[in-house]
């Protein structure tokens, strides 16, 4: 009633609110959608901003942001600390608050209470018994910049929908040995040609895989039996082809299933790897298998030929 808004109750019964009508949800829903689309909006003045552009000063602003707190948090450690009993822990990190927002959200929240309740401890004790929380402060400040790193390099790819067409993929091989079914698969791309370099950094930091993304020039990230985490390919707009040389068991099959998004294919070695996973894929995911047949390897989908060219085309256009 205060804001002059018409209010339906669909509660189908309970107590009567002064300037509602009671009815069922049947009739709420139709009588609200009908008055939400006859209430179309007048656009005045220049247009609003969309995309990537409307965004463009916050992330400039981040980017500043970023830049500054990394050096301020290097210089903090590097003079080991030197913590006052302030109110909140390093004060310096106050100018910095919306981009801590966005950093707190990847922090482990268990590390936050431990110092805010050991600084709380060393502030108010007025006795000298507590010790200044030098440990876990030092802790708190990496756990930061590792968020950093990460942030600043998402920002990095500038909101972009998806990296431009190379024909350059990242390989990525967990472990040591290499079957020949992967050599020969990794062989077969070349011969594509696409030029391939394999990953040789820390599999799960996901910062350091964007970075060789974009310093590389590669949208094709190529894995091995799902060797690296969704989001490493998937946040900057890359596509993903996956080779499965195993079917999947419980855990396997399970924990596939956050890879099957857009922009992601899988490719069994074989016919039986090919029908194992098509029995938990869904439909809308790209399945194939890499068959050889006198001497010479190509993509097949049951008995159909599969171009490679237009596999990645598909995927690239999902991304986007």
Known sequence: ???????????????????????????????????????????????????????????????????????????????????????????????????????????????????????????????????????????????????????????????????????????????KTVSPAWAGFVKWLQQGPMETMPFMGDFDHIPLIWKIFRHFGSDIAVLLDGAIFPAAWTWPGRICLDFRTQPPDDKAGFMASEFWIPGYAAIGCDARVEAAWKSCMPADRPLCRLEQREGQFRLMSGETPIELKALLARLRAEVR
């Open 1 to 175: 009633a205060r804001c002059g808004r018409r209010v339906w109750d669909a509660t189908e019964g309970g107590a009567r609110k002064a300037g509602t009508r009671i009815v069922d949800l049947k009739t709420a829903l139709t009588e609200s959608l009908g008055a939400a689309a006859a209430a179309k909006p007048r656009v005045t003045g220049p247009a609003a901003k969309t995309g990537a552009d409307a965004g463009r000063p916050q992330l400039e602003r981040w980017r500043k942001s970023a830049g500054e707190l990394t050096l301020q948090i290097q210089e903090a450690l590097r003079g080991g600390l030197l913590m006052e009993r302030e109110p909140a822990p390093f004060p310096f990190l106050s100018p910095h608050e919306e981009l801590l927002d966005l950093v707190s959200s990847v922090i482990n929240p268990c590390l936050m209470a431990e110092l805010f309740w050991a600084w709380d401890d060393w502030v108010t004790d007025r006795q000298g018994i507590v010790q200044r929380p030098d440990e876990v402060g030092e802790r708190y400040l990496r756990e930061i910049l590792l968020s950093m790193d990460l942030l600043i390099e998402l920002l990095a790819f500038d909101g972009a929908a998806g990296a431009a067409p190379s024909g350059k993929a990242i390989t990525f091989c967990r472990g």
